[in-house]
């Protein structure tokens, strides 16, 4: 394997895991924490108080997830 290629496969396997764990860290808990520019302390988004931002933060954790497996996958095999 070529030192560009495995590069490219250690940064999105890094993009892919930390977004996956995001997401699965998420639903185990019921919050997700959301940094705010400027704050010292993150927003607590949980899902009783707010479930449509809370399942649209999830959402896009695990479509972040699928988006960079599916690039690394093009960029690794496809060109």
């Known amino acids: 394997m070529e030192d560009k290629t495995l590069f490219i496969v250690i940064g999105v396997l890094m993009v892919v895991v930390w977004t996956f764990r995001q997401g699965l860290k998420g639903i185990r808990t019921g919050v ?3 940094t705010v520019k400027g704050s010292q302390e993150p927003l607590l988004i949980q899902r009783s108080a707010e479930p449509t931002t809370y399942w649209i933060y999830i959402g896009v954790y695990f479509g972040l997830s699928l ?9 690794v095999f496809l060109k």
């Open 67 to 75: 988006g960079a497996l599916l690039v690394g996958i093009w960029l």
């Open 32 to 34: 997700i924490e959301k």
